[in-house]
């Protein structure tokens, strides 16, 4: 299945004009560590398969989707034989739209999706990956344009999921949630065109309107982290692509992506990505 794999990384040739791939599997292989730009969502059609993310070992049932975010380390470390969609997405195909940006949101952490989440998306994901299969082998010049859809309406569907389970945790109505939409989409496209800077808990709530105390609160009940997480988890995204330079060192790198300190750079991206800054960077120099 892993067609270019040099160290950890994998390079994931799209066909001509396309930038996803599906692959229909039937191969009862181990695949090591490897990490990729694609996003990439897994749905066993038959018997089930194990995908272990950073170090969460995901035993995935028939008909259960796992989708994991572009830049994770993840591995199939058993042979099991069966049947399993895989299919990889070009990741800035889809975060290169800022209409969905908050969208992608929803995506930041491995998601399995069973019917203990919600029946409603379970069904919809099934669904979703069972067209693609079907429309990835027509030559229709909309087939691809329907593929995108389908991709963009599931991962429509998982944050608004995520935004009524907030709802329901904050015993909002429909008008605070848009309140808390909005200003919290404020906060987090600050975040992300200052995540390089020194960012105070004072900004952040003058940001979104509210008091330090009620928006460090709400902040993190509404996106399930703390402002300082999310500050972190986007500093980390930042240094996943400048780690790829070979012009820049790892102190470079760190405070390029905004962390005070290389130790504070370590630990950070090491709980996140669980490997050293070092480690992530040789991966990659090694393709």
């Not at 800035?92 to 929803?106: K, T």
């Amino acid at each position: 299945m892993i067609k270019h794999l040099s160290g950890d990384f994998e390079t994931v040739e799209y066909d001509s004009k396309r930038s996803f791939l599906l692959y229909d599997n039937h191969e009862s292989e181990t695949y090591p560590f490897h990490w990729h730009d694609a996003i990439e969502i897994i749905m066993p059609l038959e018997n089930h398969y194990i995908v272990t993310v950073g170090e969460i070992d995901y035993d995935i049932p028939v008909h259960d989707v796992l989708i994991i975010p572009s830049g994770e380390l993840h591995r199939m470390p058993h042979l099991i034989p069966g049947r399993r969609l895989i299919f990889q997405c070009d990741s800035s195909v889809l975060s290169g739209v800022a209409a969905i940006e908050s969208v992608m949101r929803g995506i930041s952490a491995p998601l399995l999706i069973n019917k203990e989440m919600s029946k409603e998306l379970h069904s919809l994901a099934k669904k979703t990956l069972l067209d693609i299969l079907s429309l990835n082998n027509k030559k229709s010049e909309l087939a691809d344009v329907k593929i995108y859809i389908a991709v963009v309406n599931l991962l429509t569907a998982v944050r608004e999921n995520q935004l009524e389970k907030s709802k329901q945790l904050l015993d909002l109505d429909d008008i605070k949630l848009d309140e808390y939409s909005e200003k919290f989409n404020a906060v987090m496209k600050y975040i992300d065109a200052n995540y390089m800077y020194d960012i105070s808990l004072d900004r952040l709530a003058d940001v979104a309107g509210y008091s330090k105390y009620h928006f460090s609160r709400i902040f993190k009940q509404y996106n399930s982290m703390s402002y300082l997480q999310y500050i972190n988890a986007r500093r980390t995204k930042a240094a996943e692509h400048l780690l790829l330079d070979p012009n820049l060192s790892i102190t470079d790198v760190a405070m390029q992506a905004g962390f005070k300190s290389l130790t504070t750079f370590n630990r950070i991206f090491k709980e996140i990505k669980h490997c050293t800054p070092t480690d992530f960077k040789k991966l990659f120099s090694a393709h």
